[in-house]
């Protein structure tokens, strides 16, 4: 990993001095500032990058970092800070500054600097789409006509405003690719999603009864745009469409009455085999491979099934690596099943003291985790087991925080709200533990006996089923 530190105020010494004029053409500058870092780095991916080659851009006392990309590959990077990420256009002879409220990430986030306005226009349509999947839920009630007339307007308005915003600028076709991307591939995504939310897993197998052409736009599908293999609108479409394609599939092999059932064989089966058709960019279809993979082996109890969709995984994917991730993720699954003893992952409290699993249970107890990145999740997690403790005093409640930064702003979010520190924790090695317990959410809950024998996972504290256990284990 290569790490780059340098203040900011050099900049205006870096800009002003004297390029040789093919450097100057092939090189981008890219900085910023953070409001309320939650650690002291940026992490910056290059376009298909892997977490191997990221770029650690420190931050110096006044929260500012800053890079000299040469020669830039041009494209769309992604920065990290904190757990939360957001994407820049960079082309050469960029020099594109950032600044951002972590309270307020995407929504505080702006650009300044020669590359900047066309990373604003993309910010304003990213967020114009999240705020049309925040409302997703609403629209998605209407009538198939009324929904397609709605989002169509929508389309062709922000269509019509970045073919404005191009022409005056004259852009480079790389941003005008991204720009449309964004905006037809969101439209793209909400008319894949749509059958879900309107019929619901009941009634869906009336998705045939849409409306002619409703999914016309599909012939302008390009499963393939290796430029925009990170984007997530891009990627978020192609789950989409995958999920909505394999249905003709799940209904072919159920009853006429079935009950849709995402954790079907049948249907991730298809999935799977649409998606090893379609796409031919291996780092698009093995990214598709990996993931949907991934999500069915965390999520379904059925051994038969899980190895079938193993087996079909290992066959497509071109991803040596992914593969031994796949088979380690499985692997893992099986140590933390109802039964087992739960993996001794080492952790350090709030004084910097080194634990482990076995130190601290000795009689039943919740594992819950929170990250700092998300304070709706933390706050209320952490006032709902201040809640259960009083009911539940024969049970021991350990809090883990998944946060992989410096400790001093795990402990800052502690200190701020006044948490109790006795049962608070981190991992002394995130990315290992994260694996070890198969943590793909902070809404993971492992319930385990005082001998450490898993009892039973969870997803949701608040729900009843959650407490019926600890009444169990109080007792």
């Known amino acids: 990993m290569r790490i780059y530190t340098i203040s900011l105020i050099l900049l205006s010494t870096l800009f002003s001095c004297k390029k040789d004029a093919n450097e100057a053409d092939r090189s981008a500058y890219f900085g910023g500032e953070i409001i309320n870092p939650t650690n002291d780095y940026v992490l910056l991916f290059s376009p298909n990058s892997q977490v191997e080659n990221s ?11 800053f890079t000299k990309l040469n020669p830039l590959k041009s494209g769309l990077y992604t920065f990290i800070h904190g757990g939360q990420y957001q994407m820049v256009l960079l082309e050469p002879k960029d020099s594109v500054m950032l600044r951002l409220n972590t309270i307020d990430f995407d929504e505080s986030l702006v650009f300044t600097g020669d590359g900047a306005r066309k990373n604003n226009f993309l910010i304003k349509i990213f967020l114009e789409n999240e705020a049309d999947q925040a409302n997703f839920i ?158 069915f082996i965390s999520m379904c109890e059925d051994t038969s099934a899980v190895k079938q969709i193993i087996a079909s995984y290992l066959q497509k994917t ?13 692997s893992a699954i099986n140590q933390l099943k109802p039964g087992m003893v739960i993996p001794d992952v080492k952790l350090v409290n709030y004084n910097n003291e080194l634990h482990t699993f076995s130190d601290l249970i000795t009689q039943p107890t919740v594992i819950y985790f929170w990250s700092s990145n998300l304070k709706i999740h933390y706050k209320n997690s952490h006032y709902k087991i201040r809640d259960l403790k009083k009911k539940y005093p024969n049970i021991n409640f350990i809090a883990i925080n998944i946060n992989d930064n410096d400790k001093k702003y795990w402990k800052r979010t502690l200190d701020e709200f006044k948490f109790p520190v006795d049962s608070e924790y981190q991992f002394k090695d995130p990315f290992n533990a994260k694996q070890t317990l198969v943590l793909n959410t902070v809404y993971k809950i492992i319930v385990v006996d005082k001998d450490m024998r898993i009892v039973d996972t969870f997803y949701n504290m608040f729900h009843s089923k959650f407490e019926d256990k600890l009444k169990d284990l109080n007792e």
């Open 55 to 65: 770029d650690t851009l420190f931050l110096n006392k006044d929260n500012r970092f």
């Open 138 to 295: 609403n629209i998605s009630q209407m009538e198939p006509e009324k929904f397609e007339n709605y989002i169509d307007s929508s389309r062709t308005e922000r269509l019509n405003g970045l073919a404005e915003f191009s022409e005056k600028r004259k852009l480079s076709p790389l941003f005008d690719k991204v720009a449309e991307t964004s905006v037809n591939y969101s439209y793209y995504s909400a008319k894949e999603m749509y059958p879900f939310a309107y019929y619901g897993y009941k009634n869906l197998k009336d998705y045939k009864n849409l409306p002619p052409g409703f999914y016309d736009y599909r012939k302008d599908i390009d499963y393939n745009i290796g430029s925009l293999g990170d984007f997530f609108i891009y990627n978020r479409f192609l789950y989409s469409h995958f999920n909505n394609m394999a249905l003709a599939e799940f209904y072919a092999n159920a009853p006429e009455d079935a009950v849709f059932n995402r954790n079907s064989v049948v249907y991730n089966l298809e999935k799977l085999n649409l998606m090893n058709e379609r796409i031919t960019n291996d780092t698009i279809k093995n990214k598709l491979l990996k993931n949907t993979a991934r999500d």
């Open 318 to 330: 071109t991803n040596e690596d992914d593969k031994v991730y796949i088979e380690r993720l499985y």
